[in-house]
T-cell receptor
Framework: DGGITQSPKYLFRKEGQNVTLSCEQNLNHDAMYWYRQDPGQGLRLIYYSQIVNDFQKGDIAEGYSVSREKKESFPLTVTSAQKNPTAFYLC?????????????FGPGTRLTVT | KNQVEQSPQSLIILEGKNCTLQCNYTVSPFSNLRWYKQDTGRGPVSLTIMTFSENTKSNGRYTATLDADTKQSSLHITASQLSDSASYICVVTSANQAGTALIFGKGTTLSVSS
């Protein structure tokens, strides 16, 4: 059963704690992405990775960190430096290359920090 | 500045009725335009993709149009069903030698009532 999985679906943390969101894909996609979605706003790019062991900052990378040790996995850590971490986080993946392939999204993780 | 504007912000219609969602963009260079459907608490799923040369594309009861001259797109939903209740997101891809960027609209929230 191919696709992108994110876990957990809901996550609750106390302010000041780091938290890691999981994203796994078995689509053999090269590129992976993390987005943040807030009510009434469009998706905003946090980080992306085109290849293993390489990643780039997106538009709102401050307070976040990622790693890409395996092609299938792209975990996102929300650090205590992120001032407003409560949001819906979406992971996506796609094939790389000159052609513009479609991004496929995971089911998302809703993070609540109190 | 690359932007994607969607209207209306929200819409309520009766089951069985038709509706049209709008997307205006100022993105250059333009590569393609996608409409995504996002159910509450889930990841977006692609409905259609349109390139510069395409005017109309259908996917079941969903029909997307693109006017590249006026930089406008619409998504028409025919004979709406309760399951059409979701957020519909317009995404424009801009691609050049420097790379590819996705510009997301804020979405239109559609509620279909019985």
């Amino acid at each position: 059963d191919g696709g992108i999985t994110q876990s957990p679906k809901y996550l609750f943390r106390k302010e000041g704690q780091n938290v890691t969101l999981s994203c796994e894909q078995n689509l053999n996609h090269d590129a992976m992405y993390w987005y943040r979605q807030d009510p009434g706003q469009g998706l905003r790019l946090i980080y992306y990775s085109q290849i293993v062991n390489d990643f780039q900052k997106g538009d709102i990378a401050e307070g976040y960190s990622v790693s890409r040790e395996k092609k299938e996995s792209f975990p996102l850590t929300v650090t205590s430096a992120q001032k407003n971490p409560t949001a819906f986080y979406l992971c996506a993946s796609k094939y790389s290359g000159t052609r513009d392939y479609e991004q496929y999204f995971g089911p998302g993780t809703r993070l609540t920090v109190t | 500045k690359n932007q994607v504007e969607q209207s209306p912000q929200s819409l309520i219609i009766l089951e069985g009725k038709n509706c049209t969602l709008q997307c205006n963009y100022t993105v250059s260079p333009f590569s393609n335009l996608r409409w995504y459907k996002q159910d509450t608490g889930r990841g977006p799923v692609s409905l259609t993709i349109m390139t510069f040369s395409e005017n109309t594309k259908s996917n079941g009861r969903y029909t997307a149009t693109l006017d590249a001259d006026t930089k406008q797109s619409s998504l028409h939903i025919t004979a709406s069903q309760l399951s059409d209740s979701a957020s519909y997101i317009c995404v424009v891809t801009s691609a050049n030698q420097a790379g590819t960027a996705l510009i997301f609209g804020k979405g239109t929230t559609l509620s279909v009532s019985s």
